[in-house]
């Protein structure tokens, strides 16, 4: 199956700070999420982006597809940011989603 | 617009009996997907529903089987309850019309005990 690997494993920034957080997968898929979830348990959609560049707000992410990697940057970083953020992928658009093992953000104050 | 909700938020379970968990998918989404989170792990597929059939299923026992109802609802059954099923379960809906990807509810935390 296809396996998705997700740098760094954890991270510690100080509020304001920026940081980009890295997601390599090892086949073709037409499905790729990033999820933050939140200290409560809730996986929130952050962009769905297969391929190409999306921003929101102070977050933005970019997939190059052919070289199966996604990358998630997080500028002027809040406390409100801090919680586990995952890579999730599919091979088809509504194929089950396998999620990396996520990125652990710390946001101090 | 409501969300995928989820229902109960937290139960407590014995070790042996049968669990059932509740999942209403996003307004316009007719697939549903259930994943297990343990505690520190990404989220695990369960299965998938649409037009009320399993139309894919992770490496999961039998002990787990779902339902999907006329209205897209769907339940999770959980039989003979093991000390190792405690974790978060997550639904997840998505339109197979539409694309754009999964939106998760925000699960139910089950502990056997």
């Known amino acids: ?109 | 617009d409501a969300g995928v909700t989820q229902s109960p938020t937290h139960l407590i379970k014995t070790r042996g009996q049968q669990v059932t968990l509740r999942c209403s998918p996003k307004s316009g989404h007719d697939t549903v997907s259930w994943y297990q989170q343990a505690l520190g792990q990404g989220p695990q597929f369960i299965f998938q529903y649409y037009e009320e059939e399993e139309r894919q299923r992770g490496n999961f026992p039998d002990r787990f089987s779902g339902h999907q109802f006329p209205n897209y609802s769907s339940e999770l059954n959980v039989n003979a309850l093991l000390l190792g099923d405690s974790a978060l379960y997550l639904c997840a809906s998505s339109s197979r019309q539409v694309g754009y990807g999964y939106t998760f509810g925000s699960g139910t935390r089950l502990t056997v005990v």
């Open chain 1, 1 to 109: 199956g296809i396996q998705v690997e997700q740098s760094p494993p954890d991270l510690i920034l100080q509020e304001g700070a920026n940081s980009t957080l890295r997601c390599n997968f090892s086949d073709s898929v037409n499905n790729l999420q990033w999820f933050h979830q939140n200290p409560w348990g809730q996986l929130i959609n952050l962009f769905y982006i297969p391929s190409g560049t999306k921003q929101n707000g102070r977050l933005s992410a970019t997939t190059v597809a052919t070289e199966r990697y996604s990358l998630l940057y997080i500028s002027s970083s809040q406390t409100t940011d801090s919680g586990v953020y995952f890579c999730a992928v599919a091979r088809g658009s509504q194929g089950n989603l396998i999620f990396g093992k996520g990125t652990k953000l710390s946001v101090k104050p």
